[in-house]
T-cell receptor
Framework: GEDVEQSLFLSVREGDSSVINCTYT??????LYWYKQEPGAGLQLLTY?????DMKQDQRLTVLLNKKDKHLSLRIADTQTGDSAIYFC????????????FGAGTRLAVHP | DTEVTQTPKHLVMGMTNKKSLKCEQH?????MYWYKQKAKKPPELMFV???????INESVPSRFSPECPNSSLLNLHLHALQPEDSALYLC??????????????FGPGTRLTVL
């Protein structure tokens, strides 16, 4: 079945690293995504990883994928107050159209 | 232009009203999507249009009626809504609908309140 799970809240100090975790259940997932949503706004794609990759780095963002455990993580280095938002992981499946299955979202709070 | 625009930004309507939400993109994308997002919840897919044809309807009640007049525009017609339909309605577009990678670009949403 299709199910994506995330922890709901994370609080970090400015300048520290943040790690947001996600688990998914469908082994046929092709692409896994991280989206950011600021209050009152739409979703912004931060990064994505193809299911045959283990890691992807993009500036301050590092995505790790453990296919065996169906575990995805997003690490944000040197977290800033502007990183405060809700972070959604999402997957698309191997069949059919580009249907995104979202996790519940992790609210990241960055404090001085 | 990498923007998806949505109008109106906010909408308040009664249960007997008829209103429409509009979405526009000029990126040449051929797939467009409507999502519904309740407070503190993830977006839920409602409809997908691919090459101006409806390809996915996620069992959405008929009081929501999508329309894709051309490749740049997507409308969502609302009629006889219920208070529980109050939510943020997000539009998105991608280069195509299909199995390969397709980044979906999201608009800012229309916040709908049904009284």
């Amino acid at each position: 079945g299709e199910d994506v799970e995330q922890s709901l809240f994370l609080s970090v100090r400015e300048g520290d690293s943040s790690v947001i975790n996600c688990t998914y259940t469908d082994s046929s997932s092709t692409y896994l995504y991280w989206y950011k949503q600021e209050p009152g706004a739409g979703l912004q794609l931060l990064t994505y990883i193809f299911s045959n990759m283990d890691m992807k780095q993009d500036q301050r963002l590092t995505v790790l994928l453990n296919k065996k455990d169906k575990h995805l993580s997003l690490r944000i280095a040197d977290t800033q107050t502007g990183d405060s938002a809700i972070y959604f992981c999402a997957e698309t499946l191997s069949g059919g159209y580009n249907k995104l299955i979202f996790g519940a979202g992790t609210r990241l709070a960055v404090h001085p | 232009d990498t923007e998806v625009t949505q109008t109106p930004k906010h909408l308040v309507m009664g249960m007997t009203n008829k209103k429409s939400l509009k979405c526009e993109q000029h990126m040449g994308h051929r797939a467009m999507y409507w999502y519904k997002q309740k407070a503190k919840k993830p977006p839920e897919l409602m409809f997908v249009y691919s090459y101006e044809k409806l390809s996915i309807n996620e069992s959405v009640p008929s009081r929501f009626s999508p329309e894709c007049p051309n490749s740049s525009l997507l409308n969502l017609h609302l009629h006889a809504l219920q208070p529980e339909d109050s939510a943020l309605y997000l539009c998105a577009s991608s280069q195509q609908g299909g199995r390969s990678y397709n980044e979906q670009f999201f608009g800012p949403g229309t916040r709908l309140t049904v009284l």
